[in-house]
């Protein structure tokens, strides 16, 4: 365990975490919750949510990988948990291999409309079509229903995975993310700077800055609860893996406050990208749900913007940078189990983990279309697996490994992570521990309850 590999500088180490949390979850699912449930009025219980639970719950997923020094299984067993805990570790590298599946799709989905960008094909007139709407719905359910298409761009962005991933955690993860990292950022903050230009930008301010506090309600508690953990990647085996990198003398406790934070700018940033927009050009009145958002919302707003193309290189740029470092953070987690479990090379996991995307992701991606026929519970197999993996398996672990941290793990271990072994103190540490024990596994056993009621 001394001799594993660890991030090798500070910054490295911050810009990797950061990357693995900020997805498709800050990009296009906040804005499109934002909406749904009040604006202001979410957006304030979403920033209690990410302190209240996800930090305290990241806490003991940083705890758990550094003091384990393993993969999601083995830090488990490094503790001398029995072989029931194990399973948690189990879950949660089942979870994030079928998010990786459908995840990788939706990358390539990405890919396809940034190079449409770049050729200007995306702008193109759409025979018998005038209405700008009407043209991207159009475009987006031809490409996603298409069969080769997306598995060209799905095989594009596995290739592109596994030459990152196999060059290893400090020349592939932590020398990407550094680069990645401040380019995703930069993007942002030039978004920000026309976004708050345009003519309604008050409106759409008003709207995601003022809070109405009649809108909060159980429904939107429940929601802001929910995108907390799915944007901080939390109960995925992400953070365990991670931190197993972490080198002794990281402060977790500010390194888990200063990924929270930098992943809640990125989500408050979208919103001060996206409202302003939509109420300028209009757009309120429609739904602004995940890829509708992302593939039609959004290429209607640019259409009507001057240097439409460049605007959307950068937003497509800015979205596949997301994607790519989720995609990288999530296939992680079963790399480092194939490598800590069964003392594989980094090529011989890497390719173990990703050649059978090959297969597995080319049926979600067809389950779009030819495909579209065949389904589980009354949905398509891409839904399916973003329903069982999202909604209950990342819950379920996350309860137990609340349960795990506040009650079971051995004697002194949790506080002796945080306190670097006595060295730095943790005042919070009596607050910290009842909400693991407590308050975290009954709000998310609520939200896992939810999803059945």
Aim: charged share 10%; glycine share 10%; hydrophobic share 55%.
């Amino acid at each position: 365990m001394e001799n594993r590999l660890k991030f090798a500088s500070k910054v490295g180490l911050i810009a990797a975490t950061v990357g693995s949390a900020v997805g498709l979850g800050n990009v296009w699912r906040f804005p499109a919750e934002a909406q749904a449930n009040g604006g202001a009025a979410f957006l304030l219980l979403y920033v209690v949510c990410v302190f209240l639970l996800g930090v305290p719950v990241m806490l003991s997923e940083f705890a758990l990988g550094r003091g384990g020094c393993s993969d999601a299984i083995g830090s488990f067993k490094n503790l001398g948990a029995k072989r029931g805990w194990w399973a948690v570790g189990g879950l949660a590298i089942l979870a994030s291999y079928i998010i990786l599946c459908f995840y990788m799709v939706v990358a390539g989905w990405t890919f396809e409309y940034l190079w449409q960008s770049v050729t200007g094909v995306l702008y193109a007139p759409v025979e018998g079509l005038t209405d700008l709407n009407g043209q991207f719905t159009y475009r987006m359910k031809e490409f996603i229903s298409e069969s080769w298409n997306p598995l060209i761009n799905t095989y594009i962005m596995i290739g592109l995975n596994i030459v990152i991933l196999m060059v290893g955690v400090q020349k592939g993860i932590e020398r990407l993310s550094n680069i990645l990292m401040p380019v995703l950022f930069v993007i942002l903050v030039v978004f920000c700077c026309v976004a708050l230009t345009l003519p309604k930008a008050s409106e759409g301010l008003e709207f995601f800055l003022r809070p109405d506090f009649s809108k909060i309600n159980t429904k939107v508690a429940l929601n802001a609860i929910g995108q907390a953990f799915f944007s901080l990647s939390l109960g995925m085996g992400i953070l365990i893996t991670y931190s197993s990198y972490f080198p002794s003398d990281t402060r977790l406790g500010k390194t888990a406050v200063t990924v929270s934070l930098l992943d809640l700018l990125v989500a408050v940033m979208m919103g001060l990208i996206i409202f302003p927009a939509v109420m300028t050009f209009h757009l309120e009145g429609e739904g602004l749900r995940g890829a509708t958002l992302v593939f039609i919302t959004l290429p209607e707003v640019f259409a009507q913007m001057p240097l439409t193309q460049l605007w959307s290189v950068l937003f497509f740029l800015l979205l596949l940078v997301a994607a790519l470092t989720s995609c990288i953070s999530i296939a992680e987690v079963s790399i480092a189990f194939l490598q800590d479990r069964l003392h594989w090379s980094r090529v011989k996991a890497t390719l173990a983990v990703l050649l059978p995307l090959l297969v597995f992701s080319s049926v979600c991606s067809l389950s779009q279309g030819p495909l579209s026929h065949i389904t589980l519970c009354g949905m398509n197999i891409f839904d399916f697996l973003d329903n069982l993996a999202t909604n209950i398996f990342l819950p379920l672990g996350s309860i137990f490994m609340c349960i795990y941290m506040g009650w079971f793990a051995p004697r002194g271990f949790f506080r002796g992570e945080l306190s670097n072994g006595g060295s730095l103190s943790v005042p919070y540490f009596g607050v910290l521990r009842f909400i693991l024990r407590w308050v975290a596994p009954l709000l998310i056993g609520w939200i896992l309850l939810s999803n059945f009621l």
